[in-house]
Nanobody
Framework: QVQFVESGGGWVQPGGSLRLSCAGS????????IGWYRRAPGKQREYVAG???????NYEDSVKGRFTISRDNAKKTVYLKMNRLKPENTAVYYC?????????????WGQGTQVTVSS
C-alpha cells in the first residue's frame, strides 16, 4: 500500500494563499503519478489536480489559473500551491497515487489536511 502524508492546511481569508505538501516514502516515488483531491463538507471527494513523474499537469476547471501542482522528486514531495482562495475551496485535501494525471485513484487515502477559507 502506497502511503502519503499531507500537510500545510489551515485557515485563510478569501483571496489568500496556502501551499499544501504531500510527502511520500517509496523508493520509486519519482515515477508515480500523483493527484490531489478534496472533500468539502457534505460532498463527495473530487479530483483537483494531477502531476506525472515527468511534470505534466492537469487541473479541474474551477482551479485553473489559481492552483499550481508541482513536485520535487529528490524530496519525494508533491505540492499544491493555492492562490486566490475562495470559501468554496474549504475542504479536506488529500493526495494519492493515480493512474493518470486526470485522476483515477488506486483508492488509498491518508488523513488529509484541512483547508478553511473564511472571513
Amino acid at each position: 500500500q502506497v502511503q502519503f502524508v499531507e500537510s500545510g492546511g489551515g485557515w485563510v481569508q478569501p483571496g489568500g494563499s496556502l501551499r499544501l505538501s504531500c510527502a511520500g516514502s517509496a523508493s520509486i516515488f519519482s515515477i508515480y503519478v500523483i493527484g490531489w483531491y478534496r472533500r468539502a463538507p457534505g460532498k463527495q471527494r473530487e479530483y483537483v489536480a494531477g502531476i506525472s513523474g515527468g511534470g505534466s499537469t492537469n487541473y479541474e476547471d474551477s482551479v485553473k489559473g489559481r492552483f499550481t501542482i508541482s513536485r520535487d522528486n529528490a524530496k519525494k514531495t508533491v505540492y499544491l500551491k493555492m492562490n486566490r482562495l475562495k470559501p468554496e475551496n474549504t475542504a479536506v485535501y488529500y493526495c494519492t497515487r493515480v493512474r493518470t494525471i486526470t485522476g483515477d485513484s488506486f483508492g488509498y487515502w491518508g488523513q488529509g489536511t484541512q483547508v478553511t477559507v473564511s472571513s
